[in-house]
């Protein structure tokens, strides 16, 4: 039986193409990516967010994207800024993103809850995640969901999503056909309107609901007409999953 982690890291991975480049992250990034690596798309090209591009490694998980074990079995060691240049160069096809308040539009923050000046909670700010979500094609994003998660307004705009709307992300000079792919949850997946850029649930695990959905956000959240069901993991993908991460690392 997958935990909910592990389902949600599942997901992900099924998002991934056989082919092309995503910028990885720390964490559930890195474990998606890795394991659509070694099951369904052995061309994907790992690019860590640390520097390493095309890193395979073969030992233990990386703790996190800057250690040596990102470089195993790669084509260039870089740095943070030569993979940041990748990504503005429209060389990065997928990115993940994580954060600790998402609006309707996509937008992420992940900077203060509260005020600016006298906040409740100092987060770490941006790293790498306005880059991403400003250049890559598309990012999806990895987070729990709840109602001070899933807000109306967020504290602080960090990342762009769609901004307010359609055509906002061109009108401020962002790159064309990036933003937004899909939001990856505990209840399920989400994408957003073509014509209104609303976020809109596709699909849900099994032993959620719509209610469970309208519970937990604090914007109305459109449904597809032909939302579905998520596969739940095979065994495969579960033991691949676990072979990745033994030691309980993200997993844990």
């Not at 092309?20 to 860590?48: K, Q, R, W, Y």
């Not at 064309?176 to 792919?181: K, R």
């Not at 459109?222 to 739940?232: A, F, G, M």
């Amino acid at each position: 039986m997958a935990n909910e982690i592990e389902k949600m890291i599942i997901a992900a991975s099924r998002l991934l193409p056989k082919s092309g480049g995503v910028f990885v992250g720390t964490g559930m990034p890195l474990l998606a990516s890795t394991l659509a690596l070694n099951t369904h798309a052995p061309d994907l090209l790992l690019v860590f967010e640390g520097g390493g591009v095309g890193g395979k490694p073969t030992g233990r998980l990386p703790i996190q994207v800057s250690e040596s074990l990102t470089y195993e079995n790669g084509v260039i060691v870089g740095s943070m800024d030569y993979v940041m240049c990748l990504a503005q160069a429209g060389w990065i096809q997928y990115g993940f993103l994580g954060g600790a308040q998402i609006d309707q539009y996509g937008n992420l923050n992940t900077t203060v809850i509260g005020d600016w000046e006298q906040p409740k909670v100092r987060l770490p700010g941006s790293g790498g995640g306005a880059d991403l979500a400003s250049l890559c094609e598309r990012t999806i994003i990895l987070m729990g969901q709840d109602r001070k998660k899933f807000v109306q307004k967020l504290d602080f705009l960090t990342s762009p999503g769609y901004l307010t709307g359609p055509g906002e992300r061109k009108k401020v000079g962002l790159p064309a056909n990036t933003g937004p792919y899909r939001v990856i949850t505990q209840l399920g997946i989400y994408g957003f309107d073509e014509e209104t850029k609303k976020m809109t649930l596709l699909q849900l695990f099994e032993g959620y609901t719509l209610e469970d959905v309208e519970k937990n956000s604090s914007f109305p959240i459109t449904v597809s007409e032909d939302w579905s069901y998520i596969q739940p993991p095979t065994e495969q993908e579960l033991e691949a999953l676990r072979s990745l991460d033994p030691d309980g690392i993200v997993l844990a």
